[in-house]
């Protein structure tokens, strides 16, 4: 990892912290607030964690692109969660076979870049 890149992954990491400081839930209860502050501060440390040993540096970017993209959203829809997808089954493939691989592909094509750290479920 690069000088810069190592001072832009750590300035990400303390943004984050500094966004769950000044964090609200958009409901205004404190229970909310907390739950969500909690949620933001537990889910950087593990994303973090998860990818400290990483040295790609195209997988680097991917995970910086994903934090920033996250942070964007969060604040802007006010809400620190990720927004949920939805592809209805067997939409991507066309009716002429290849089945289930081909959808696998492109689901994991189609997923967006804040959420490349989810591994997908159903």
């Known amino acids: 990892m690069t000088t810069a890149t190592r001072q832009e992954v750590l300035g990400l990491y303390r943004s984050i912290f500094r966004l769950a400081r000044k964090w609200q839930a958009a409901s205004g209860q404190m229970e909310d607030t907390i739950k969500e502050k909690q949620y933001i501060l537990n889910e950087a440390r593990?994303?973090?964690?998860?990818?400290?040993?990483?040295?790609?540096?195209?997988?680097?970017?991917?995970?910086?692109?994903?934090?920033?993209?996250?942070?964007?959203?969060?604040?802007?829809?006010?809400?620190?969660?990720?927004?949920?997808?939805?592809?209805?089954?067997?939409?991507?493939?066309?009716?002429?076979?290849?089945?289930?691989?081909?959808?696998?592909?492109?689901r994991k094509l189609s997923k967006p870049v804040y959420l490349k750290s989810y591994d997908e479920v159903s």
């Open 46 to 106: 593990t994303l973090f964690q998860k990818n400290k040993n990483l040295t790609d540096p195209d997988l680097i970017k991917q995970c910086i692109d994903e934090c920033t993209a996250r942070i964007e959203i969060g604040l802007h829809y006010q809400i620190p969660y990720p927004r949920p997808i939805h592809l209805p089954p067997m939409g991507l493939t066309s009716l002429r076979g290849r089945g289930l691989r081909s959808q696998e592909k492109l």
